[in-house]
């Protein structure tokens, strides 16, 4: 009787393992697959490839260009031969560290999505009128990224890359760094370089013993 009630526990075993398993790949079959988060560069582009820049906002527009700069005698092998220079709206020299910090954001800009958006959608992601616009000039290639508000977490900015100017498809809407909020909010002086205060010469009255 004892031999008679292991196979039916050996049977019951089975079925059971069987009907676990079966409902376990039925679910991994049902659920949704995972949004692809590979982050993919927005423009073939090198930082020291850009020779002119404009920036243009809500409050201003910025122009910039490459200037070279006179190499002393001597000094021929320096490695920096020209300097960023802002030509509107005033002409005066550049301060490197905030040109450089947008600069690198371009030619390092990644997004890991795309989102396809009807063209009467472009108010919804800050858009239409865009936060602002940056347009950048190589030697032979002029790049623009218009960028929009942030998104719901206020990690990325909503984005269109080198758009055509009369679309008539969708949109392809990127996410880029909320970096570039930080690189373009600023006030004017910020992008002027500032001017060293002359130290004060030593004076020449004799001091009295």
């Keep these: 009787m004892k031999l008679q009630k292991l196979p039916l526990i050996l049977l019951f075993s089975a079925v059971l393992l069987g009907g676990f398993v079966y409902f376990s790949e039925l679910r991994k079959e049902s659920q949704p697959p995972a949004a692809k988060t590979d982050s993919k560069s927005i423009f073939a582009l ?46 005066t020299t550049a301060d490197e560290a905030t040109v450089a910090f947008l600069l690198n954001l371009m030619a390092t800009a990644t997004s890991d999505r795309s989102l396809p958006t009807p063209i009467s959608r472009k108010a919804e992601f800050g858009l239409e009128p865009p936060f602002a616009t940056i347009e950048a000039k190589t030697s032979n ?69």
């Design 141 to 209: 290639q002029t790049h623009r990224l218009i960028l929009g508000k942030p998104n719901f977490n206020r990690q990325f900015l909503y984005a269109l890359a080198d758009p055509v100017e009369n679309p008539t498809q969708d949109l392809a809407v990127l996410q880029v760094s909320i970096e570039f909020q930080n690189a373009l909010d600023r006030p004017l002086s910020d992008w002027k370089q500032v001017k060293e205060k002359p130290k004060p010469s030593p004076s020449s009255t004799p001091r009295l013993k």
């Design 46 to 91: 090198k930082e020291d490839d850009i020779q002119a820049f404009t920036i243009q906002t809500l409050k201003q527009t910025l122009k910039f260009e490459q200037i070279p700069m006179a190499i002393p005698a001597g000094q021929a092998g320096l490695k920096k031969t020209s300097s960023w220079q802002m030509i509107a709206p005033q002409k």
